[in-house]
């Protein structure tokens, strides 16, 4: 689609740059029957250098690429207007143009809102706890997540406060689709107070880029997905549902800051020799869910009982598995997961993902 629009503003611009021409003598431009003075040419010329900087600032990938987008488009428009009976097919041209650039726009102004709150997260997070893990620590938990804290290379740390993680994704959208979505994310973690901040990027087909974000803040879930960044396709918030299965996948990914498991929202719960239960209860909110863990005191799987979305009448079996695990940052973390739902005992993977980067201590 990137591609079509640069075809799209170079062949428009050059036709605006002979009308440039044909007011100055420089080249005939029969497609324009009257004559065009050399005021009017100025502005011919000016609507070419508009869509000319339009189509360098896409090539930079500069964020206002829209607004001159949006004048070239306002200039080109008043001489089409002015020479209506040779011209009117260039109107067709210049609502495409619009069109991407409101698509532009709206990218822009969603991204802006992700800034934000992401600003927002990263400001509100405690990072003045340099305390580091000991043995000691962990003595009121679980005999099975003190191993995992000690196997995963916690003990000596500092707790970790603040995350950042981009992943690499394989979704399906519908439990029947055959073939895998590819999309980019990535997310701002904050442990003291527990909130995330996730953002993807995916398209649906070719021609149907989806822009989607996931937050947890103050106790509450939102889930935002757009196509185009313009149009919604879900939003849910104000929810309770969605409040607590926001909070449950916030307690399921603090195995790649494990340290978050010493957090004081969350309580602890022996189940047998490779698996504990762990509540987080926050701001009158509450889930839990089940960690497993392999003899080793690996993080091998965490299984919640979960709403899919704000209609469910009943929570559905949610499972995270660790398919990979490597050493990141002295951390030994999962690298690779799935998430799936379990139905009428069929398990419906919907979710692969691989972590491509992961930092911590972000400010």
């Not at 938990?141 to 995963?152: E, F, G, H, R, Y």
Request: proline share 3%.
């Amino acid at each position: 689609m990137r591609i079509a629009l640069y075809i799209l503003l170079t062949i428009h611009g050059l036709i605006h740059l002979f009308g440039f021409f044909k007011a100055f003598g420089i080249a005939e431009f029969t497609a324009i029957n009257q004559p065009i003075s050399k005021p009017m040419g100025l502005l011919w010329l000016l609507a070419f250098l508009l869509f000319a900087f339009t189509i360098a600032l896409l090539a930079l990938h500069q964020d206002f690429w829209w607004l001159c987008g949006f004048v070239a488009v306002l200039v080109s428009q008043f001489l089409i207007i002015g020479y209506w009976s040779d011209a009117k097919f260039g109107t067709i041209a210049n609502a495409m143009v619009l069109l991407a650039a409101i698509i532009g726009y709206a990218d822009f102004g969603f991204q802006s809102k992700i800034e934000k709150e992401r600003s927002e997260l990263l400001s509100s997070a405690n990072t003045d706890d340099e305390e580091r893990i000991s043995k000691a620590d962990l003595t009121n938990l679980p005999p099975i997540v003190q191993k995992w804290l000690s196997a995963c290379g916690a003990i000596g740390k500092a707790k970790v406060n603040t995350v950042y993680l981009k992943q690499d994704l394989l979704l399906k959208l519908k439990p029947d689709q055959d073939e895998w979505s590819r999309g980019s994310a990535d997310q701002f973690f904050s442990v003291s107070p527990p909130a995330f901040n996730w953002k993807i990027e995916m398209k649906m087909n070719s021609f149907l880029p989806v822009s989607g974000r996931d937050r947890f803040h103050n106790g509450k879930g939102e889930m935002l997905i757009k196509l185009f960044s313009l149009i919604p396709v879900a939003d849910a918030k104000n929810e309770a549902k969605v409040d607590q299965a926001t909070l449950q996948r916030f307690l399921a990914e603090i195995v790649w800051f494990p340290s978050a498991a010493l957090s004081d929202y969350i309580e602890w719960e022996e189940r047998d020799e490779t698996s504990a239960k762990a509540t987080m209860t926050y701001k009158g909110i509450e889930g839990s869910g089940i960690f497993h863990f392999d003899e080793n005191g690996q993080f091998v799987e965490f299984v919640a009982m979960r709403y899919k979305d704000a209609s469910d009448a009943e929570p559905g079996e949610w499972r995270v598995e660790s398919t990979a695990s490597e050493v990141r940052n002295g951390m030994r973390i999962p690298t690779a997961c799935e998430a799936s739902w379990v139905e009428n005992g069929e398990k419906q993977t919907w979710l692969k993902l691989t972590v491509a980067h992961i930092e911590y201590g972000m400010k």
